[in-house]
């Protein structure tokens, strides 16, 4: 049951954020990343090149319609940890978002959604950007800051300790100094550093989220996760099950008239038309190897709706099966040994024999028992009788290595800015950028193809390293 709007917000003057600035503009760049990934161009990336490229096709799934379910949890799930953040915040303002969405979400009669709410996250997307830019530097600004007041009192009891104990001789006069010399100028200057930054950070508090009200960051949150909401069923409700359908053009009791209610009883409804399209079916061959995909948009056909709610654990679906590499855990070491294997090759071609060996040896390294196994047992035949020294053989195996990096080498990228994206250190939290998608990466993908294509890597790796030794070796010689 909804409370009167005069009940839920509290009356006199609002409180600002403060310290929770940071925490909301965390939030804040997860909705602008999210809405960001949600465009026409992002969208049709995803569609086109990601879920079509050869590495995805032969390691994860030719499956489509599998593919756009991944695609569609992972998105949900980033945005339930957002709208959760929002919620928290707008309990401390009287603001029960957490209702709200979950009402949405269930796609409640009450709460249906409102294709129309996406124009206003477009509009208001700008000024999110400025207040995240501005928190960002806030957050900079005040370490900055913090680091000159522990300088000035580290400096003020430098002093102190010189005037503590038995009084000293006193000295004979000193020529005058340069006002550069003076025992006072440390100190002046640093008061003045320390003023100047002290404007800095009362500057940025007034134009960030620190003095923003808590009402009105819930606000403009509150309406951005509706708005990608609506977005992502817009977009994937007529193919993944678990989504509301999307409200008819006939409905009037929308989500935007509720948010408004809820938060700003005066703000009048924007309208304006839903701009996703259709995604339809296009049947083609599914199993080619190395897989060579088209890339048209269309993709998979329209699931037929059912009335019937269903309850989907979106976190769940992102859990990889046992039989991937991400299952077994092993996906970052993975992609670190691909991308040191790239590294490799890059210094042998360039001519850094002494980094590419401490390379190749890192790299051996990191494999797995396993893996380190089988290189080693197809090596072993090869190593008994190597022949001689072929450079059209050894262009054979670059030729190899180059086939297969050319589509394992992005996945490994992939799938390390994707761990980087979720490690919620200082300097990532406040990043809006597009994100990676985890069905682009090696967390999904087949174990046993993945660790033979590594292998195939490993071993003509060797082999190109065995030939440039000998070859250098004969020139010496």
């Known amino acids: 049951m909804w409370l009167p709007v005069d009940l839920q917000l509290p009356s006199g003057p609002q409180a600002s954020l403060g310290i929770l600035a940071f925490e909301a503009a965390a939030a804040m760049s997860k909705l602008l990343s999210l809405h960001r990934s949600l465009s026409e161009q992002e969208v049709s990336r995803l569609r086109s090149d990601t879920m079509r490229s050869p590495g995805v096709a032969y390691l994860n799934s030719t499956d489509q ?41 269930a796609g409640n009669p009450d709460a249906r ?33 913090d680091e000159l007041e522990a300088a000035e009192r580290k400096l003020a009891f430098r002093g102190w300790s010189r005037l503590s104990g038995p009084i ?12 550069g010399d003076s ?5 002046d200057s640093m008061q003045q550093e320390l003023k100047t930054q002290r404007l800095k950070v009362k500057r940025l508090k007034d134009e960030s989220l620190w003095n923003q009200s808590y009402e009105k960051a819930v606000g403009l949150m509150a309406r951005a996760a509706c ?91 992102l859990d990889a099966p046992a039989n991937t590499v991400g299952g077994a855990g092993l996906d970052q070491q993975y992609a670190n040994v691909i991308v ?8 042998e071609a360039e001519g850094r024999q002494e980094e590419a060996n401490a390379e190749r040896a890192e790299m051996y390294e990191m494999l797995p028992a396993k893996l380190r196994a089988a290189v080693r047992s197809k090596l072993r035949d090869w190593w008994r009788d190597p022949g001689p020294l072929d450079a059209r053989l050894a262009q054979g195996w670059k030729d190899a290595v180059d086939r297969i990096m050319a589509w394992l080498g992005p996945m490994a990228r992939d799938t390390v800015q994707w761990q980087a994206e979720r490690n919620m250190d200082r300097t990532r939290r406040f990043d809006g950028g597009t994100r990676v998608y985890a069905l682009q990466t090696l967390r999904w993908a087949d174990k046993e193809k ?19 030794e000998r070859r250098r070796g004969s020139v010496r010689l």
């Open 65 to 105: 319609a599998y593919l756009l379910k991944l695609a569609c949890a992972e998105l949900v799930v980033s945005l339930d940890a957002a709208a959760a953040a929002v919620a928290r915040l707008g309990l401390r303002c009287g603001i029960d978002f957490g209702g709200v969405y979950a009402s949405l979400k």
């Open 113 to 145: 959604l409102d294709p129309l709410v996406a124009k206003g996250l477009r509009v208001k997307a700008k000024k999110m950007e400025r207040l995240v830019a501005s928190t960002a530097r806030l957050c900079s600004e005040m370490e900055a800051l």
């Open 168 to 179: 000293p001789a006193q000295p004979m006069p000193a020529p005058p100094s340069t006002a």
């Open 183 to 187: 025992p006072g100028s440390a100190g």
């Open 227 to 317: 708005a990608v909401f609506s977005r992502i069923c817009a977009l994937f409700g007529a193919f993944v099950p678990g989504l509301p359908p999307p409200l008819p053009p006939s409905a009037t009791d929308t989500v935007q008239t509720r948010i408004s209610k809820l938060l700003n009883p005066r703000a009048a409804m924007a309208k304006a038309k839903a701009s996703s399209g259709p995604i339809t079916r296009r049947d083609g061959p599914s199993r080619v190897h190395p897989p060579v995909m088209s890339s048209s948009c269309p993709i998979i056909g329209l699931r037929p709706y059912c009335a019937q709610k269903t309850t989907v654990d979106w976190r769940k679906l």
């Open 340 to 347: 040191s294997a790239e590294q490799l090759l890059q210094m």
């Open 450 to 468: 993945a660790e033979a294509a590594l292998v195939e890597v490993l071993v003509a790796l060797s082999c190109v390293c065995w030939y440039e």
